[in-house]
C-alpha cells in the first residue's frame, strides 16, 4: 500500500507564489509517476501538471509558464511551485502517485488566491 500526502497549501494575493509538495510512503520500490490535480467549488478535477517516472515533466495551457513539477527520487516527492498565482487557482489541489498500474490519491491541500 502507497500512502500520498499533500503539504504546503494556504491563503496568497493575486501574483503570490506558493510551493506544494507530494510525500509518497509505504510500498515504494521503484520510481513512480505522479500529477498535481485540482478541483475548484462546482467543478470537475482536471489536471494541472505531470511527470514521469523518469523525470520527464508535462504541463497544460493553466500551468504553462506559471508552474514548475519537480522531484526529489531519494525523499520520494513531487513538488509544485506555483508562481504568478491568478484568483481562477484557488482550488484544493490533489497529488495522485501511479505505482505499477495502480492510482493513489492524497486527501488534498486547500490553495485560496484572494486579496
Known amino acids: 500500500q502507497v500512502h500520498v500526502e499533500e503539504s504546503g497549501g494556504g491563503l496568497v494575493e493575486p501574483g503570490g507564489s506558493l510551493r506544494l509538495s507530494c510525500a509518497a510512503s509505504?510500498?515504494?520500490?521503484?520510481?513512480?509517476?505522479a500529477g498535481w490535480y485540482r478541483q475548484a467549488p462546482g467543478k470537475e478535477r482536471e489536471l494541472v501538471a505531470g511527470?514521469?517516472?523518469?523525470?520527464?515533466?508535462m504541463y497544460t495551457d493553466s500551468a504553462k509558464g506559471r508552474f514548475t513539477i519537480s522531484r526529489d527520487n531519494p525523499r520520494n516527492t513531487v513538488d509544485l511551485q506555483m508562481n504568478s498565482l491568478k484568483p481562477e487557482d484557488t482550488a484544493v489541489y490533489y497529488c495522485?502517485?501511479?505505482?505499477?498500474?495502480?492510482?493513489?490519491w492524497g486527501q488534498g491541500t486547500q490553495v485560496t488566491v484572494s486579496s
Open positions: 495522485k502517485v501511479q505505482l505499477a498500474g495502480m492510482d493513489y
Open positions: 509505504g510500498s515504494i520500490w521503484s520510481r513512480y509517476a
Open positions: 511527470i514521469t517516472n523518469g523525470g520527464k515533466p
